[in-house]
């Protein structure tokens, strides 16, 4: 299964990442990373809004989660509804956002929804509970969950990538 996730509406229903925190985005990632890495086939898509220069970010993406950064005259949204749209099984996807235009759109392609606050309870479980027809993977290897210093690195990582360059 395939999440197509809006990353900062999510965020607003975490209940231990808030949107204020200059490390939000990296914070979700890292759970993302871990939440696909308890289950081989689960996959992710998550956008941002505002981002410098925008498109891929190849530094945090990884091969089962893709981080997007909508820039110029781009929001979140309208790249989440140009997915829903141009998606060629939309049974494979799943929408993770409250925004009701864009359930909208995943209703008309019958493409499945969650709301962020249920999807926030799934990340929320230690376990990491499996989806209908999900195998729990049993080499995770390098989507395993963090240790605080790890964590801790990542986001001094992510502060560095952040600085004006001299």
Same mark, same amino acid.
Not at 34 to 52: A, I
């Given at each position: 299964?395939?999440?197509?996730?809006?990353?900062?509406?999510?965020?607003?229903?975490?209940?231990?990442?808030?949107?204020?925190?200059?490390?939000?985005?990296?914070? &979700? /990632?890292? *759970?993302?990373?871990?939440? !696909?890495?308890?289950?081989?086939?689960?996959? #992710? $898509?998550?956008?941002?809004?505002?981002?410098?220069?925008?498109?891929?970010?190849?530094?945090?993406?990884?091969?089962?989660?893709?981080?997007?950064?909508?820039?110029?005259?781009?929001?979140?949204?309208?790249? &989440? /509804?140009? *997915?829903?749209?141009?998606? !060629?099984?939309?049974?494979?996807?799943?929408? #993770? $956002?409250?925004?009701?235009?864009?359930?909208?759109?995943?209703?008309?392609?019958?493409?499945?929804?969650?709301?962020?606050?249920?999807?926030?309870?799934?990340?929320?479980?230690?376990?990491?509970?499996?989806?209908?027809?999900?195998?729990?993977?049993?080499?995770?290897?390098?989507?395993?969950?963090?240790?605080?210093?790890?964590?801790?690195?990542?986001?001094?990582?992510?502060?560095?990538?952040?600085?004006?360059?001299?």
């Amino acid at each position: 299964m395939h999440y197509l996730i809006d990353g900062h509406n999510l965020i607003g229903k975490m209940p231990d990442i808030e949107l204020d925190d200059p490390d939000d985005e990296i914070k &979700l /990632i890292l *759970r993302l990373r871990s939440w !696909t890495g308890r289950v081989r086939s689960r996959r #992710v $898509t998550v956008v941002f809004d505002h981002g410098l220069p925008g498109g891929k970010d190849r530094g945090l993406s990884t091969s089962k989660v893709q981080v997007l950064f909508a820039s110029g005259g781009q929001t979140a949204d309208s790249i &989440l /509804i140009t *997915r829903i749209k141009n998606a !060629t099984d939309p049974r494979q996807y799943t929408v #993770v $956002t409250s925004d009701n235009r864009i359930r909208r759109q995943a209703e008309m392609r019958r493409m499945p929804a969650l709301k962020a606050e249920e999807f926030a309870q799934q990340l929320a479980q230690k376990a990491g509970a499996k989806a209908d027809g999900e195998v729990e993977d049993s080499d995770p290897g390098q989507d395993q969950e963090l240790s605080d210093a790890e964590l801790q690195m990542w986001i001094d990582l992510f502060d560095a990538q952040d600085e004006p360059k001299q």
